[in-house]
């Protein structure tokens, strides 16, 4: 897991750092500012809620399938599944800088699909 410090268009190094992992990551329960999460689509933000409470209680992200990015995670909330970028502020993970949502998907857990023989 590797925690990288951005640059901001200024050159200085901006206080926030952008998770990125090619293993499953376990996030601590961590503070955040909901105005600052962005979204990639409108209909996501209903859903957010979600998100939110499931980031303030800590669990898992796991990288995004089929995914060439090491800084896209899938963290499973209560209804959904969320593909988020996630930066902190520190190495110690507990306050997201920020947030941004690539998308929300509804959370299946038991639904199989049989692709045939």
Do not use: Y
């Not at 200024?10 to 990551?25: K, Q, T």
């Not at 909330?77 to 998308?103: K, M, N, Q």
Request: hydrophobic letters at 40%; glycine letters at 4%; charged letters at 30%.
């Amino acid at each position: 897991m590797a925690l990288h410090k951005k640059r901001e268009e200024s050159g200085r190094v901006a206080e926030r750092l952008l998770l990125e992992s090619a293993e499953a990551v376990e996030l601590p329960p961590a503070e955040l500012d909901e105005a600052t999460a962005t979204i990639e689509r409108e209909e996501f933000r209903p859903h957010l809620p979600d998100l939110f409470a499931t980031l303030r209680e800590g669990g898992w992200a796991d990288p995004a399938p089929m995914v060439q990015s090491d800084s896209i995670f899938v963290i499973e909330g209560e209804t959904r599944s969320f593909w988020v970028r996630l930066w902190h502020t520190d190495e110690s993970r507990t306050r997201i800088a920020r947030l941004h949502v690539l998308s929300c998907l509804p959370f299946a857990p038991r639904v199989k699909i049989n692709l045939g023989s």
